[in-house]
Nanobody, 124 residues
Framework: QVQLVESGGGLVQAGGSLRLSCAVS????????LAWFRQAPGKEREFVGA????????NYADSVKGRFTVSRDNAENTVYLQMNSLEPEDTAIYYC?????????????????WGQGTRVTVSS
């Protein structure tokens, strides 16, 4: 059974940092691209960033470039999202997702497995 379990969300002030983690089990981790998406209240789910199976390629939404970093530890089957210089507009539920296609696509349809999400709230 495939499981993706996010953690690390919480309340932070604008300008602060958070590190999200997503522990993955039940699939050949290093063969899967991993991504982070987010969904703010009343908005559609949007792509945040992704990393290829081997970790050599990444892709980011323009809104987070230079502030967020996706990384992975293939020995621990975990993907991370380091979020710096957080803004109130970053408030959302953050989801990790896994794609057997192995590439850093931005479209949610490319991702086969999803976690339940972790809430991030950035106060002004």
């Amino acid at each position: 059974q495939v499981q993706l379990v996010e953690s690390g969300g919480g309340l932070v002030q604008a300008g602060g940092s958070l590190r999200l983690s997503c522990a993955v089990s039940g699939l050949p981790f290093s063969s899967y691209a991993l991504a982070w998406f987010r969904q703010a209240p009343g908005k559609e789910r949007e792509f945040v960033g992704a990393i290829s199976g081997g970790g050599s390629s990444t892709n980011y939404a323009d809104s987070v470039k230079g502030r967020f970093t996706v990384s992975r530890d293939n020995a621990e089957n975990t993907v991370y999202l380091q979020m710096n210089s957080l803004e109130p507009e970053d408030t959302a539920i953050y989801y990790c997702a896994a794609s057997g296609l192995g590439l850093v696509f931005a479209g949610p349809a490319s991702y086969h497995y999803w976690g339940q999400g972790t809430r991030v709230t950035v106060s002004s």
